[in-house]
Antibody, heavy 123, light 110 residues
Framework: QVYLVESGGGLVQPGTSLRLSCLAS????????LHWVRQAPGKGLEWLGF????????FHGVSVKGRISISRDNSKRTASLHLTGLNAEDSGVYYC????????????????WGRGTLVTVSS | VLTQTPLVSPVTLGQPASISCRAS???????????LTWLHQRPGQPPRLLIY???NRFSGVPDRFSGSGAGTDFTLTISRVEPEDVGFYYC?????????FGQGTRLEIK
């Protein structure tokens, strides 16, 4: 069964940092890029960034540039998101998504999504 | 920028529905492909892939869903709305970074 599971959310203090994890199962994790998307309460989807299949490349969204780092450990089938300088606008559900792009890809889209982990930034 | 219309779509069960997504610039990639996706998000659930590359239904998606369009103008059509179709629909482009989403359209049953 193909799935992604996020963890690490919770209540965090403004000005601090968070680290979220995304565990993959059911597919060859090291063959695919891994993207992070968040959704503020009652709002739409916002792309945060991605790490390439081999961890050699990252690209970040404008709203979090300079505060975000995405990494992965293919031996553990896990990707991580590290976000610093948290403020209330960083509250929301954080999703990881499998990027089916390039090479032998079929969809050139996000074909698998995790269920998300909720982050609340508040004092 | 992706602009969806309408933002709310009240539909009668069994009737058709359509959602438009307009891009501020062409979504045609240099290799000729157009990476325009439609996602569906039910309340309390993560988004799921419906349509990829404008008009291709993802695995398990009913054939009442179809996508069309080219360049900057795209449409998602539901031929006969079912109760499980409620929720938010988002268009998404991955032709160029950053990946962007439309604002979302809420489909509701009249």
């Amino acid at each position: 069964q193909v799935y992604l599971v996020e963890s690490g959310g919770g209540l965090v203090q403004p000005g601090t940092s968070l680290r979220l994890s995304c565990l993959a199962s059911g597919f060859t994790f090291s063959d695919f890029d891994l993207h992070w998307v968040r959704q503020a309460p009652g709002k739409g989807l916002e792309w945060l960034g991605f790490v390439s299949y081999d961890g050699s490349n990252q690209f970040h969204g404008v709203s979090v540039k300079g505060r975000i780092s995405i990494s992965r450990d293919n031996s553990k089938r896990t990707a991580s998101l590290h976000l610093t300088g948290l403020n209330a606008e960083d509250s929301g559900v954080y999703y990881c998504a499998k990027g089916d792009f390039g090479g032998p890809s079929i969809t050139d889209s996000f074909d698998v999504w995790g269920r998300g982990t909720l982050v609340t930034v508040s004092s | 920028v992706l602009t969806q219309t309408p933002l709310v779509s009240p539909v009668t069960l069994g009737q058709p529905a359509s959602i438009s997504c307009r891009a501020s610039e062409s979504l045609v990639h240099s290799d000729g492909s157009t990476l325009l996706t439609w996602l569906h998000q039910r309340p309390g659930q993560p988004p799921r892939l419906l349509i990829y590359k404008i008009s291709n239904r993802f695995s398990g998606v009913p054939d009442r869903f179809s996508g069309s369009g080219a360049g900057t103008d795209f449409t998602l059509t539901i031929s006969r709305v079912e109760p499980e179709d409620v929720g938010f629909y988002y268009c998404m482009q991955a032709t160029q970074f950053p990946v962007t989403f439309g604002q979302g359209t809420r489909l509701e049953i009249k």
